[in-house]
């Protein structure tokens, strides 16, 4: 059961008692992260209207100060957000406290800059109208302020309430973020500092290849100097590193043995990190599906395919997912419906059907058939200006 949320599919027979000890939240908010990785598969379905209206409201609720960005909004640009707990309120099995708002809020998480530029890169690159005032007064003004803040701890994607830790995703994510900035810039003629970005970009994957690296596992850790993995550090998906090399398959098969639970990707183990809440929660969707795209990478499309299927067979019977699977109880918990789930089941499926060879060419994405071990290496490069396919 998810420890954030306890919306699901419908009544079980009964209750596990350990969830009645999990939070309960509201989720009414627009999530930078979230409205980025939907855009993608958006655009992967030529829907670019959405995504032009996206790039208006970010700048208007970013009023030129980047250095206020928050990682979450209201549906109408709100900032104001704060968190309170309803007492006297139950939530789904008695799950305490019910919370309104979220503190998240005020959360640094470096990696929802990585996410912004992704995106508004590969709006270019399919063709959405440029917009000089979205590129100087948003993205270039969003590289400022990340350039100064890159090296600071922060609580990461999934939002820990256990401290701030130099978590590896959130370094990658910079990386990103610099990386399709230099590609907007190098494709399209847009000027900026780029020796500048360049730099940036090379020390962030150095330090990221030196700090975040764990030898004796074998694998890049949740943070860095941590002995935790992580699913979210499946590198490839946005092109810090290519598939085959030797530390890529270390990681997936460090997560495939340790993170997986009954065929499906936990995000990280609950009961050895300190993420400030409960330990305990059920199988992650969208890091399942991000496993998919990493065998399918690395040319294991039999193992990808039916690891998908069985994605697939979790659908309700509308076709929707949750944000997470409990094997033990076989059945979906957490929030309902679920964009990160949704999402990732959307960009899998195309990556498997080899949809959008051009557009994946055009943004240095590595080939899906897990034999092209040419095209990442130009992806792998910190100063090759390259950009690589979205998280998905």
Not at 179 to 203: C, H, K, T, V, Y
Not at 310 to 328: H, Q, T
Not at 360 to 388: L, V, Y
């Amino acid at each position: 059961m998810s420890r954030r949320a306890a919306s699901s599919l419908r009544p079980p027979r009964r209750c596990r008692n350990s969830w009645a000890a999990r939070a309960t939240g509201t989720y009414r908010y627009c999530w930078l992260r979230d409205a980025t990785i939907t855009l993608l598969a958006l655009m992967r379905g030529g829907y670019y209207d959405e995504t032009r209206a996206w790039r208006s409201w970010l700048g208007r609720v970013m009023a030129g100060a980047p250095d206020q960005l928050q990682i979450m909004y209201g549906l109408a640009g709100e900032r104001r957000l704060l968190e309170s707990k309803v007492d006297w309120l139950p939530g789904y099995c008695g799950a305490k406290p019910v919370r309104i708002g979220n503190n998240a809020v005020g959360q640094r998480q470096l990696d929802v800059y990585g996410e912004v530029m992704n995106a508004l890169h590969l709006a270019r690159v399919g063709g959405l109208q440029a917009d000089d005032t979205a590129w100087r007064n948003v993205q270039r003004e969003l590289l400022r302020h990340l350039a100064t803040i890159w090296q600071q701890p922060d609580e990461g994607i999934w939002e820990t309430r256990g401290g701030r830790q130099h978590f590896t995703f959130s370094k990658v994510m910079a990386w990103v973020a610099f990386d399709r900035a230099l590609a907007s810039a190098e494709m399209f003629n847009l000027e900026g500092p780029l020796d500048e970005w360049r730099a940036i970009r090379a020390q962030i994957h150095a330090e990221v290849c030196e700090k975040a690296w764990n030898p004796s596992r074998n694998a890049f850790s949740q943070a860095y100097g941590s002995y935790q993995l992580d699913a979210s550090v499946l590198l490839p998906l946005v092109g810090f590193l290519p598939p085959h090399d030797p530390r890529v398959k270390g990681t997936v098969e460090a997560i495939g043995r340790d993170l997986m639970h009954d065929g499906f990707v936990m995000r990280y183990r609950t009961t050895e990190f300190d993420d400030g809440l409960p330990p305990g929660e059920g199988t992650f969707l969208a890091c399942s599906f991000w496993m998919v795209d990493n065998l399918a990478l690395q040319g294991r499309l039999d193992e990808a395919i039916a690891m998908y299927e069985r994605l697939l067979g979790l659908c309700n019977d509308v076709g929707l997912l949750a944000e997470e699977y409990d094997p033990a109880q076989k059945r979906l918990v957490g929030n309902f419906p679920q964009a990160f789930s949704h999402v990732a089941l959307v960009n899998t499926g195309l990556n498997l059907m080899k949809h959008e060879q051009a557009m994946a060419r055009a943004t240095g994405q590595p080939s899906h058939n897990g034999t092209d071990h040419a095209e990442p290496k130009a992806a792998a490069s910190p100063d090759s200006g390259t950009a690589a396919s979205p998280v998905a």
